[in-house]
């Protein structure tokens, strides 16, 4: 497994900027770094599963391990699916290595309406240059909590 950490620094509050990127509405938005139209499923608690995915209804679920709002959400990968909602069977090697792939957001406040955000994502090296559009992502969330 390798970890990988992105930091953004985004001029609102730290509850504003929480909301925005568990928010349904702006997901897309942020998210359009791994291509346009992506959507989630699921909800925001401890337990919960929350499905990501693409407009062919492509993508990855989560459990959300731990979520305390405002401060961090840990999220474990635990399943690839497909259109529908459907969890894939017989992944292949590659994609057997997803499952487990660790995904954590801190949000920490700074003077004044200030945030910084970090990502730590722990996943096996494969899926290092699909993890490399999460700078554009924080990118876009900055665009929308800013505007």
């Not at 992506?38 to 989560?62: L, N």
């Amino acid at each position: 497994m390798k970890k990988l950490t992105y930091t953004i620094k985004i001029n609102k509050p730290v509850e504003f900027v929480f909301g925005k990127m568990t928010d349904k509405e702006a997901y897309p938005g942020w998210a359009k770094a791994w291509g346009e139209g992506m959507a989630y499923e699921g909800e925001w608690k401890e337990g919960g599963h929350i499905s990501f995915f693409d407009t062919s209804g492509q993508g990855t679920k989560v459990v959300v391990e731990e979520i305390v709002p405002n401060v961090s959400i840990k999220m474990k990968h635990v399943a690839m699916i497909e259109e529908g909602n459907k969890e894939v069977k017989g992944l292949d090697e590659t994609m057997q290595k997803w499952i487990g792939s660790q995904e954590d957001y801190f949000f920490n406040a700074l003077s004044g309406d200030e945030t910084e955000l970090k990502i730590v994502i722990e996943a096996d090296e494969a899926f290092e240059e699909m993890m490399q559009a999460w700078p554009k992502a924080l990118e876009y969330l900055k665009e929308i909590c800013e505007a």
